[in-house]
């Protein structure tokens, strides 16, 4: 499995070339993403890790999922990917862990995410990445709150949530004990 620092690397000259790609200045990504220009550029040169929040608002901005985004910076997709190969990229600060079990690829519309949350972990999205984006929340341990759309549910362990994701989002851990899900994705 590839360092962090590795891949930090690796994501930060991609969303560089996102946004030369596009003809951006940092002054009209920031106003765009709601995000300060000194982050931006921070992270462009790879000065700092993303959180999964500012990953959220520089996704929609640029329509794509994280998965996307992550898989941007691999060579290619495999078609198997062992457990031992699957990415798993943290957000210490949020307490958030997600690992792409399965990796999007550019002829496809789905691909399957593996989330873990530490007790008290709260994540935030404005924006869905893609507005309309199909997802299907499916519990594996724990409890989990996510708000979609403006409706708020408790899901456990066994527990199964789909929707189309338009608006806001929230993933929250209550506690005591971590919460598990996977979430299942699909492009509109």
Not at 70 to 93: H, I, K, N, Y
Not at 114 to 122: I, M, Q
Request: hydrophobic letters at 40%; a neutral charge.
């Amino acid at each position: 499995m590839r360092s962090a620092e590795e891949l930090d690397a690796r994501l930060a000259g991609r969303l560089a070339e996102l946004r030369v790609e596009r003809g951006w200045s940092l002054d009209e990504l920031a106003a765009r993403a709601g995000v300060s220009r000194s982050t931006l550029s921070r992270l462009e040169r790879a000065e700092i890790s993303p959180t999964a929040a500012l990953l959220n608002k520089l996704c929609a901005v640029y329509e794509r999922t994280l998965s996307r985004l992550l898989a941007e910076v691999e060579t290619e997709p495999p078609l198997l990917v062992r457990a031992a190969e699957q990415r798993v990229w943290r957000d210490e600060e949020s307490g958030f862990v997600r690992r792409s079990v399965s990796p999007p690829h550019p002829g496809l519309r789905g691909e399957v995410v593996e989330g873990t949350l530490r007790p008290g972990a709260d994540i935030a999205y404005d924006v869905p990445p893609v507005p309309g984006l199909e997802q299907h929340i499916w519990v594996l341990e724990g409890t989990v709150e996510i708000t979609a759309n403006g409706r708020t549910h408790a899901l456990h362990a066994g527990d199964c949530l789909r929707f189309l994701l338009w608006g806001a989002s929230r993933f929250r851990c209550p506690g005591p004990g971590p919460a598990r899900y996977v979430i299942l994705i699909v492009l509109p």
